[in-house]
């Protein structure tokens, strides 16, 4: 069923939502004709007329297509879980109430509804998010687009920046908590989280919106679609541009975004050529003391937070004047200022220069084919390549640690000390005057400098993803499949900007050379490079299978994975230079599951498997990006991680309330610890490794959902974890010319998982008004939070099993606003006004420890005080949608039962059908073949020539005599004179005459239009005659009843509307009608019963000026034959 669909009569208030069964009715109409209207994200919408009387109506089963073939395909790739089938704890985030309520946030906090996921926006920094699902950082989390894993290939690290323009082109996101239903061989360690993108709209039209927000936050964006064409060719194109000031001082956003997608449905294939991207620049801050954002008062400082609100410390910087500034304010940011000059690849901002700043663009494109073989086998794949371009720029200098020119000593100073904005003018002047010559030059003991830098990550990633699915039998399914990527990247370091001077001095690459700025902002050209220069590579190769038993109440499933995974790398630095070889390293997974439906309210499911998952890249090339390659920066010995997870749960699903319960259980060993740091004494950078550090993640959780009245809903979640490090382990710190620094211990054992909180619940309401007003209210709360931590920070014996910092509670309340407006039968006008955290609460949203320190003493982030946005949204369409597939609904005739009372004698055939009985199905009570309602003597045995009583017995004087052979004429061992059919071979329990549970020599009308009424959802490829998969069950309905009239002659029609030229329309009926005659035969209907012919357009039943009337036209009907 589709729930949540909106249901509207045009013209009217009158309006209904479908609850979770698909129902809906809507009261109080008079009788009359109306025009309704069908809508639902993700699927096409769809009006058409009834007629109202005796005040009520049935409208039966509403079918309604979806927006793309391709999307069906895509969700296979993407291996999205079913309700009620797949045996994982998954929660659907639809892509309505992403665009509706993430307004200038990220797509990150609009998941944070569902149980064990915590979204925090960090620093403040726009696509600077974390995402942490039950315990686990997103780095230990799959995310997936369309199928294909974006993870980092090399430390599966994720930057949200790069898909910020996702949140207005997904049609849905799918959170797989634990293991979840991906076939790939990932580490999928958290779960996995699938963002399904929009296919191609085969409807003409599109959307346009504007929206504004807190502290100049604008965003324009638009979606044109070219609707499906004659020859099977979609297009559909989307943009958006974002700007804005940021919450946060200096954390700007400058943003595009597009998305491309082209279909192409033919025969029994399917193309889509997907293509997305996000262009971006955003400021950034970092972690700071609490107590730089809010001061303490000298009270407790947990307390002192729950009773402050965040408007109480977020004033924003003014212009210098000598005695503004921002410390003391979540707002503040140490890296930015005002100034007149413009750093180069206009990284100034409106007179504003963030020092910390983020740029990149990683599009990705991908080619999917979908290819319906035969009944029993389809075939996906999806090759795809993804170009990441730009870095995180910040400052190089060798200003010292102390005296007059620390770059921070340029801030201007308030009453409460330094912590305003950097007077880079002034800066700039003295980098200038220090440096005469206009070149900076490496080493302490030279002139003090500044420059602009960025440290970039310049990839090519491709791969391909190919699986066979196959129906071993009606129960049971085998998928089969590859998954291939190749992947490069080249990290680098260069200078953007010198500030004043024209170039930098060093011999990082061996011979001394001077490096200038580089003017390509998403590029680089080699002679800007300092520093940092090499190429990691990636190679995988993976394999996957699954078999699935399925029946109408059970679903078992069991999947294998494998895959090898290479690593080599190219390092130009010149002290460590050279080429490495390629190491590789085995993984893989071994999962299964099982789903049982109780009943139709009831399941319960379980699932449990092991992954083994390879190193990340640094934890085999080691010493970061300036390690070397040779044996002593290399651990090709480094071991795989091991995961062994199990999860059980149960749900529940009536009409008007859904629930589920599940409990998991995650055992994480030998997790791997890359340690890196600054020798005290030599003041050199010193590596390592940990390995087998143990983590325990358990819990419980539980998502709702109810409908208590009309158009509300309630909606809620809970989740208990109880996460812990199990044991401590040792690590050994290498110099950078590989000789042992120092060993020693980390001490984690019975310590907590920092990060986010174990404790969280959510609850909800939606209310949706019959005139088009919506509102919403959300509230989370979260508890047990502990601050992260470095594990090299827990070295000594006295760290042992003491917890990190445990942060203040805190919940947020959001809430919001809609209006939907119909303007015209094309044109839907939808206004939006949304606020987070309404109650402007102080809240701390992530922190790492100091140990022993108070916590105003740790370096972290508040998070965001009250913000808000605004926006409208224009849809617009022509009506003509082309579109094969739509069934129009009408009001459903009585279904045709074909034995109802079941005694085994149709309806068509049956005197008493409903009422079950043995003689021409009525019943008879005593046996004697005569029925009970003509029977006088219905308990006793007797002749049809008596009634149904026994013959009696003359009273005479005389004896009559009773000839000695009275004959048995039809041989039925019943002698004619108690044989009710005497020439007619009976049993005897129907008094010597033959059951007759043959078909009538020709269905009612009733039977035609119950034939007529499942045919309005045979579907047809566009501008094909292929059978569409969904439609084999309606087919075998009408398969079903035909086999009961084996002397009726019928006739298959094919008719089309008029688009397209007159001859086309002809020949694509016909086809269409021959496939589904072919498709009967091949259900064991005997050819001879069936004809087909093709009317094309020639025999409309509406009119082809309207959609609607183009969409009637579309037809196949049945008749009876001569």
């Not at 999928?188 to 346009?208: C, M, P, R, Y």
């Not at 193309?271 to 997305?276: C, D, K, R, S, V």
């Not at 983020?358 to 999917?368: D, E, G, I």
């Not at 199990?646 to 030998?670: C, H, I, M, P, Q």
Request: net charge negative.
């Amino acid at each position: 069923p589709l729930i949540g669909a909106v249901v509207r009569v045009i013209g009217t208030t009158d309006a209904a939502i479908t609850d979770l069964d698909g129902n809906f009715t809507i009261s109080n109409v008079t009788s009359g004709d109306y025009s309704v209207e069908v809508s639902s994200v993700g699927y096409l919408s769809q009006s058409f007329t009834t007629s109202i009387s005796d005040n009520t109506v049935d409208l039966g089963t509403i079918s309604l297509a979806v927006e793309s073939v391709a999307i069906q395909g895509i969700e296979i790739i993407a291996d999205v879980a079913v309700d009620r089938k797949t045996p994982v704890a998954v929660s659907n985030i639809s892509g309505e109430y992403i665009a509706e309520k993430t307004g200038n946030q990220e797509l990150t906090m609009a998941l944070s509804v569902a149980p064990s996921v915590y979204a925090s926006q960090d620093s403040g920094g726009f696509g600077d998010s974390r995402l942490v699902v039950r315990g686990f950082q997103d780095e230990n989390v799959v995310i997936m687009v369309n199928g294909v894993p974006v993870n980092d290939m090399e430390n599966q690290a994720l930057f949200w920046s790069n898909w910020t323009g996702l949140q207005d082109v997904a049609s849905k996101v799918q959170i797989q908590r634990g293991l979840g239903a991906t076939l790939l061989a990932v580490p999928s360690v958290g779960g996995t989280v699938n963002i399904i993108s929009k296919a191609t709209d085969a409807e003409k039209g599109g959307w346009a919106s504007a929206s504004i927000g807190n502290d100049m936050w604008r965003k324009y964006a638009v979606q044109l679609n070219t609707g499906a064409s004659e020859n099977g060719w979609a297009v559909s194109f989307a943009g958006s541009r974002t700007t804005g000031d940021g919450y946060v001082d200096g954390n700007f956003i400058d943003a595009y975004s597009w998305f491309g997608s082209i279909t192409k449905d033919w025969d029994k294939h399917s193309l889509a050529l997907t293509g997305f991207g996000a262009p971006q620049r955003h400021g950034q801050g970092f972690f700071r003391p609490l107590n730089t954002f809010v001061g303490s008062n000298g009270d407790d400082y947990a307390d002192f937070i729950g009773d402050s609100k965040a408007h109480d410390f977020d004033a924003k910087a003014a212009l210098i004047d000598g005695t503004t500034g921002t410390a003391n304010s979540i707002r503040y940011n140490s890296g930015w200022g005002y100034t007149d000059y413009d750093v180069n690849n206009g990284f100034t901002q409106d007179g504003i220069f963030n020092q910390f700043s983020n740029f990149y663009h990683k599009p990705q494109v991908s080619l999917a084919h979908f290819w319906n073989v035969n009944d029993g086998l389809d075939v996906t794949t999806s090759v795809y390549g993804s170009w990441g371009r730009g870095g995180g720029a910040s400052d190089w200098r060798n200003f010292s640690n102390s005296g007059s020119h620390r770059w921070f000593n340029y801030q201007e100073s308030n009453a409460t000390g330094s912590g305003g904005p950097i007077a880079w003018d002034d800066l700039l002047a003295n980098n200038i005057a220090f440096n005469p010559d206009g070149v900076a030059r490496q080493g302490s003991a030279n002139n003090p400098f500044y420059f602009f830098r960025a440290s970039m990550n310049h990839h090519n990633y491709y791969g391909i993803i190919s699986k066979a699915l196959v129906d071993l039998s009606d129960e049971l399914k085998l998928t089969a499949g590859i998954d291939g990527r190749t992947y490069a990247a080249d990290h680098i370091r260069k200078v953007i900007d010198m500030f004043g001077l024209q170039g930098y001095e060093h011999s990082d690459f061996g011979p001394t050379q001077i490096s200038p700025a580089d003017g390509n902002v998403f590029g680089y050209d080699s002679e800007s490079l300092f520093n940092r220069d090499n190429t990691g590579f990636v190679n995988w190769i993976g394999a996957f299978s699954e078999l699935e038993y399925s029946n109408d109440r059970l679903t078992a499933a069991l999947a294998l994975t494998g895959s090898n995974k290479g690593y080599k790398k190219d390092q130009r630095v010149a002290s460590v230079a050279g080429e490495s070889d390629w190491f590789n390293f085995l993984g893989g997974a071994v999962k299964g599951g099982l789903n049982y439906n109780v009943s139709d309210a009831f399941n319960v499911y379980a699932n449990g498997g092991y992954l083994s998952i390879q190193p990340i890249f640094d934890n085999v090339f080691q010493g970061g990006n300036n390690g070397g390659v040779d044996e002593s920066f290399v651990f090709d010995d480094a071991a795989n991680e091991k995961v062994l997870a199990f999860e059980a749960g149960a749900g529940l699903r009536f009409s008007k309330f859904a629930a589920n319960l599940n409990v998991y259980r995650t055992s994480w060993e030998d997790k791997a610890i890359s340690v890196s740091g600054q020798d005290p004494t030599t003041l050199e950078t010193i590596f390592g490794n940990a390995f087998g550090v143990d983590a325990l993640h358990q819990g419980v959780e539980l998502d709702l959902i109810a409908q208590p009245a009309t158009n509300f809903e309630i909606t809620g979640s809970a989740s208990v974890g109880d996460w812990e490090w199990q044991n401590n382990s040792e690590f050994q710190l290498f110099n950078i010319d590989g000789t042992l620094n120092s060993s020693g211990g980390f001490f984690l054992e019975d310590v907590k998982v920092g990060g986010a909180p174990q404790t969280q619940y959510n609850i909800g309401g939606n209310y949706r008004t019959p005139f088009g007003v919506g509102l919403y209210a959300g509230y989370q709360h979260n508890a047990e939070h502990y601050a992260l931590f470095d594990p090299e920070d827990r070295d000594d014996a006295s760290s042992a099993g003491v917890d990190p910092n445990k942060l203040p509670d805190f919940g947020l309340t959001n809430a919001g606003v809609s209006y939907n407006l119909k303007l015209t039968e094309n044109q839907d006008l939808r206004f939006d006004f949304n606020v987070n955290n309404l109650m402007d609460v102080l809240y701390v949203n992530r922190a790492f420890e100091n140990l022993g320190a108070p916590l105003q003493d740790l370096r972290g982030n508040f998070g965001l005080g009250r913000t808000w946005n605004a926006g409208a949204r224009l849809e617009f369409r022509d009506g003509a949608k082309k579109v094969e597939e739509i069934p129009v609904p009408v009001a459903e005739p009585e279904p045709v039962v074909l034995d109802r009372d079941g005694d085994g004698v149709i309806d068509a055939a049956d005197d008493c059908p409903d009422t079950p009985g043995t003689v021409s199905g009525c019943p008879d009570g005593d046996g004697d073949g005569v029925i009970d309602a003509n029977d006088e003597c219905p308990n006793t045995p007797g002749l049809a020539s008596n009634s149904g009583c026994p013959a009696e017995p003359e009273v005479e004087e005389t004896v009559v005599e009773v000839p000695a052979d009275i004959p048995d004429a039809d041989g039925d061992g019943l002698l004619d004179n108690v044989d009710n059919c005497p020439n007619e071979a009976g049993p005897a329990s129907n008094a010597g005459c033959p059951v007759r549970t043959v078909a009538p020599a020709a269905p009612s009308t009733t039977v035609v239009d119950q034939i007529n009424f499942i045919a309005k959802s045979i579907l047809f490829n566009t501008n094909s005659d292929v059978i569409r998969t969904v439609s084999r069950t309606k087919l075998d309905e009408i398969a079903a009843i035909m086999q009961q009239y084996p002397n009726t002659r019928f006739v298959v029609e094919g008719h089309t509307d008029s688009s397209g030229d007159d001859s086309y329309n002809m020949d694509l009926s016909r086809k269409r009608a021959a496939a589904v005659v072919n498709y009967l035969v091949g259900k064991g209907i005997n050819r001879s019963m069936l004809s087909s012919v093709g009317y094309g357009e020639t025999q409309p039943i509406a009119s082809n000026s309207t959609a609607e009337g183009r969409a009637q036209n579309r037809r196949v009907v049945v008749r009876l034959g001569n």
